[in-house]
Antibody, heavy 129, light 108 residues
Framework: EVQLVESGGLVVQPGGSLRLSCAAS????????MNWVRQASGKGLEWVSF????????YFSDSVKGRFNISRDNSKNSLYLQMNSLKTEDTALYFC??????????????????????WGQGTTVTVSS | SSELTQDPAVSVALGQTVRITCQGD??????ASWYQQKPGQAPILIIS???SRPSGIPDRFSGSSSGNTASLTITGTQAEDEADYYC???????????FGGGTKLTVL
Protein backbone atom coordinates (compact mmCIF):
# COMPACT_ATOMS: atom_id res chain seq x y z
CA GLU A 1 0.00 0.00 0.00
CA VAL A 2 1.32 3.43 -0.95
CA GLN A 3 1.54 5.46 2.22
CA LEU A 4 2.90 8.73 3.60
CA VAL A 5 3.01 9.28 7.36
CA GLU A 6 3.91 12.67 8.79
CA SER A 7 5.21 13.32 12.28
CA GLY A 8 6.80 16.06 14.36
CA GLY A 9 3.93 18.51 14.71
CA LEU A 10 3.89 20.31 18.06
CA VAL A 11 2.92 23.47 19.85
CA VAL A 12 5.82 25.93 19.56
CA GLN A 13 6.33 29.56 20.50
CA PRO A 14 6.68 32.31 17.89
CA GLY A 15 10.28 32.52 16.75
CA GLY A 16 10.87 28.88 17.50
CA SER A 17 11.92 25.98 15.29
CA LEU A 18 10.45 22.63 14.41
CA ARG A 19 11.36 19.73 12.13
CA LEU A 20 8.64 17.73 10.42
CA SER A 21 9.25 14.25 9.03
CA CYS A 22 7.41 12.16 6.48
CA ALA A 23 7.94 8.41 6.13
CA ALA A 24 7.13 6.96 2.72
CA SER A 25 6.32 3.33 1.98
CA UNK A 26 4.81 1.18 -0.74
CA UNK A 27 6.52 2.93 -3.66
CA UNK A 28 10.01 3.72 -4.98
CA UNK A 29 10.57 6.95 -3.06
CA UNK A 30 13.66 8.12 -4.95
CA UNK A 31 11.72 8.20 -8.22
CA UNK A 32 9.45 11.04 -7.12
CA UNK A 33 9.56 14.71 -6.30
CA MET A 34 7.82 15.55 -3.04
CA ASN A 35 5.86 18.46 -1.61
CA TRP A 36 4.77 19.92 1.68
CA VAL A 37 1.29 21.45 1.58
CA ARG A 38 -0.41 23.08 4.55
CA GLN A 39 -3.96 23.94 5.51
CA ALA A 40 -4.95 26.33 8.25
CA SER A 41 -8.12 25.44 10.09
CA GLY A 42 -11.15 26.22 7.93
CA LYS A 43 -8.97 27.48 5.07
CA GLY A 44 -7.81 26.19 1.71
CA LEU A 45 -4.73 24.29 0.64
CA GLU A 46 -1.46 26.23 0.50
CA TRP A 47 1.61 24.80 -1.17
CA VAL A 48 4.73 25.24 0.97
CA SER A 49 7.70 23.57 -0.71
CA PHE A 50 8.88 21.08 -3.36
CA UNK A 51 12.01 18.95 -3.62
CA UNK A 52 13.11 17.03 -6.70
CA UNK A 53 13.71 13.28 -6.65
CA UNK A 54 17.44 13.72 -6.12
CA UNK A 55 17.20 16.63 -3.69
CA UNK A 56 19.09 19.02 -5.93
CA UNK A 57 16.16 21.29 -6.78
CA UNK A 58 14.05 22.91 -4.09
CA TYR A 59 11.37 25.58 -4.25
CA PHE A 60 9.47 27.47 -1.58
CA SER A 61 6.39 29.65 -1.40
CA ASP A 62 7.05 33.32 -0.76
CA SER A 63 5.43 33.00 2.67
CA VAL A 64 8.12 30.60 3.95
CA LYS A 65 11.15 31.42 1.78
CA GLY A 66 14.23 32.05 3.90
CA ARG A 67 12.66 30.45 7.00
CA PHE A 68 11.88 26.87 5.95
CA ASN A 69 14.11 24.25 4.36
CA ILE A 70 13.11 21.00 2.68
CA SER A 71 15.32 17.94 2.47
CA ARG A 72 15.09 14.20 1.89
CA ASP A 73 17.00 11.03 2.68
CA ASN A 74 16.32 8.51 -0.07
CA SER A 75 18.16 5.79 1.84
CA LYS A 76 15.55 6.15 4.60
CA ASN A 77 12.54 6.87 2.36
CA SER A 78 12.03 10.07 4.30
CA LEU A 79 11.15 13.70 3.64
CA TYR A 80 11.77 16.57 6.05
CA LEU A 81 10.71 20.15 6.59
CA GLN A 82 12.89 22.31 8.83
CA MET A 83 10.85 25.25 10.04
CA ASN A 84 12.64 28.22 11.61
CA SER A 85 11.52 31.65 12.82
CA LEU A 86 8.00 30.35 13.12
CA LYS A 87 5.11 32.80 13.03
CA THR A 88 1.54 32.45 14.28
CA GLU A 89 0.41 32.38 10.66
CA ASP A 90 2.37 29.14 10.15
CA THR A 91 -0.21 27.37 12.33
CA ALA A 92 -1.72 24.66 10.14
CA LEU A 93 -2.07 21.00 9.32
CA TYR A 94 1.00 20.07 7.25
CA PHE A 95 0.65 17.40 4.56
CA CYS A 96 3.44 15.48 2.91
CA UNK A 97 2.45 14.76 -0.69
CA UNK A 98 3.89 12.97 -3.72
CA UNK A 99 4.42 14.92 -6.94
CA UNK A 100 3.75 13.60 -10.43
CA UNK A 101 3.89 15.29 -13.80
CA UNK A 102 3.95 14.54 -17.48
CA UNK A 103 2.94 15.68 -20.93
CA UNK A 104 -0.57 15.46 -22.39
CA UNK A 105 -0.58 15.40 -26.17
CA UNK A 106 -3.38 16.01 -28.65
CA UNK A 107 -2.72 15.86 -32.38
CA UNK A 108 1.00 16.22 -31.91
CA UNK A 109 0.71 19.25 -29.62
CA UNK A 110 1.81 18.57 -26.07
CA UNK A 111 1.31 20.51 -22.86
CA UNK A 112 2.56 19.68 -19.39
CA UNK A 113 0.39 18.57 -16.52
CA UNK A 114 1.11 18.35 -12.82
CA UNK A 115 -0.60 16.67 -9.88
CA UNK A 116 -0.14 15.65 -6.28
CA UNK A 117 -1.31 12.06 -6.27
CA UNK A 118 -0.63 10.71 -2.77
CA TRP A 119 -1.21 12.59 0.47
CA GLY A 120 -0.46 11.78 4.08
CA GLN A 121 -2.96 12.46 6.85
CA GLY A 122 -1.00 15.47 8.07
CA THR A 123 0.67 16.64 11.25
CA THR A 124 -0.50 19.69 13.18
CA VAL A 125 1.79 22.63 13.88
CA THR A 126 0.56 25.26 16.31
CA VAL A 127 2.56 28.44 16.80
CA SER A 128 1.37 30.21 19.89
CA SER A 129 2.73 31.90 22.98
CA SER B 1 0.67 34.74 -12.79
CA SER B 2 0.61 32.58 -9.66
CA GLU B 3 -3.10 32.54 -8.84
CA LEU B 4 -5.93 30.15 -9.54
CA THR B 5 -9.43 31.48 -8.95
CA GLN B 6 -12.41 29.34 -7.98
CA ASP B 7 -15.95 30.21 -6.96
CA PRO B 8 -16.13 29.82 -3.15
CA ALA B 9 -19.39 27.86 -3.17
CA VAL B 10 -21.61 26.01 -5.62
CA SER B 11 -24.79 24.02 -5.04
CA VAL B 12 -26.45 21.30 -7.09
CA ALA B 13 -29.59 19.21 -6.79
CA LEU B 14 -29.15 15.52 -6.18
CA GLY B 15 -28.73 13.68 -9.48
CA GLN B 16 -28.07 16.80 -11.52
CA THR B 17 -24.91 17.96 -13.29
CA VAL B 18 -22.60 20.60 -11.85
CA ARG B 19 -19.53 22.35 -13.25
CA ILE B 20 -16.81 23.80 -11.04
CA THR B 21 -14.39 26.17 -12.71
CA CYS B 22 -10.82 27.30 -12.11
CA GLN B 23 -9.24 30.30 -13.83
CA GLY B 24 -5.64 31.42 -14.08
CA ASP B 25 -2.91 32.35 -16.54
CA UNK B 26 -0.90 29.26 -15.59
CA UNK B 27 -3.62 27.09 -17.09
CA UNK B 28 -2.61 28.28 -20.57
CA UNK B 29 0.66 26.37 -20.13
CA UNK B 30 -0.12 23.59 -17.64
CA UNK B 31 -3.20 21.42 -17.34
CA ALA B 32 -5.08 21.57 -14.06
CA SER B 33 -5.60 18.71 -11.69
CA TRP B 34 -8.55 18.43 -9.30
CA TYR B 35 -8.88 17.24 -5.70
CA GLN B 36 -11.76 16.37 -3.43
CA GLN B 37 -11.53 16.96 0.30
CA LYS B 38 -14.11 15.95 2.85
CA PRO B 39 -14.12 17.30 6.43
CA GLY B 40 -11.36 15.85 8.56
CA GLN B 41 -9.76 14.02 5.65
CA ALA B 42 -6.75 14.55 3.43
CA PRO B 43 -7.40 15.64 -0.16
CA ILE B 44 -7.63 12.96 -2.83
CA LEU B 45 -6.71 13.37 -6.49
CA ILE B 46 -9.74 12.91 -8.73
CA ILE B 47 -8.61 14.33 -12.10
CA SER B 48 -5.15 14.82 -13.58
CA UNK B 49 -3.63 15.30 -17.06
CA UNK B 50 -6.68 17.26 -18.21
CA UNK B 51 -9.16 14.34 -17.86
CA SER B 52 -7.53 11.27 -16.37
CA ARG B 53 -9.15 9.60 -13.34
CA PRO B 54 -7.06 7.60 -10.88
CA SER B 55 -8.23 4.10 -10.10
CA GLY B 56 -11.35 4.08 -7.94
CA ILE B 57 -12.63 7.51 -8.97
CA PRO B 58 -16.15 7.23 -10.42
CA ASP B 59 -16.62 8.14 -14.08
CA ARG B 60 -19.22 10.76 -13.18
CA PHE B 61 -16.20 13.03 -12.57
CA SER B 62 -14.63 14.55 -15.68
CA GLY B 63 -12.28 17.38 -16.51
CA SER B 64 -11.89 19.80 -19.40
CA SER B 65 -10.03 22.97 -20.22
CA SER B 66 -10.12 25.93 -22.59
CA GLY B 67 -7.68 28.80 -22.60
CA ASN B 68 -7.16 29.97 -19.03
CA THR B 69 -10.09 28.03 -17.59
CA ALA B 70 -10.26 24.45 -16.34
CA SER B 71 -13.52 22.78 -15.40
CA LEU B 72 -14.52 19.85 -13.25
CA THR B 73 -17.90 18.37 -14.17
CA ILE B 74 -19.85 15.97 -11.97
CA THR B 75 -22.63 14.23 -13.89
CA GLY B 76 -25.42 12.72 -11.79
CA THR B 77 -24.17 14.23 -8.53
CA GLN B 78 -24.46 11.97 -5.49
CA ALA B 79 -24.90 12.98 -1.86
CA GLU B 80 -21.40 11.70 -1.09
CA ASP B 81 -19.95 14.21 -3.57
CA GLU B 82 -20.61 17.03 -1.10
CA ALA B 83 -17.08 18.23 -0.35
CA ASP B 84 -14.51 20.92 -1.03
CA TYR B 85 -12.91 20.81 -4.47
CA TYR B 86 -9.52 22.31 -5.32
CA CYS B 87 -7.74 22.81 -8.62
CA UNK B 88 -3.98 23.01 -8.97
CA UNK B 89 -1.24 23.41 -11.52
CA UNK B 90 2.30 24.73 -11.74
CA UNK B 91 2.78 28.44 -12.24
CA UNK B 92 4.02 29.98 -15.48
CA UNK B 93 7.67 29.49 -14.44
CA UNK B 94 7.04 25.75 -14.03
CA UNK B 95 8.74 25.71 -10.65
CA UNK B 96 6.01 26.58 -8.15
CA UNK B 97 2.90 24.62 -7.29
CA UNK B 98 -0.31 26.60 -6.92
CA PHE B 99 -3.75 25.70 -5.61
CA GLY B 100 -7.03 27.40 -6.19
CA GLY B 101 -8.89 28.72 -3.18
CA GLY B 102 -11.35 25.85 -3.25
CA THR B 103 -15.05 25.44 -4.01
CA LYS B 104 -17.47 24.13 -1.41
CA LEU B 105 -20.02 21.93 -3.17
CA THR B 106 -23.40 21.52 -1.49
CA VAL B 107 -25.72 18.79 -2.73
CA LEU B 108 -29.35 19.74 -2.19
Amino acid sequence: EVQLVESGGLVVQPGGSLRLSCAASGFTFHNYGMNWVRQASGKGLEWVSFISWDGYSTYFSDSVKGRFNISRDNSKNSLYLQMNSLKTEDTALYFCARDISGQYCIGGACSPWHAVDVWGQGTTVTVSS
Amino acid sequence: SSELTQDPAVSVALGQTVRITCQGDSLRSCYASWYQQKPGQAPILIISAKNSRPSGIPDRFSGSSSGNTASLTITGTQAEDEADYYCNSRDTSGHYVIFGGGTKLTVL
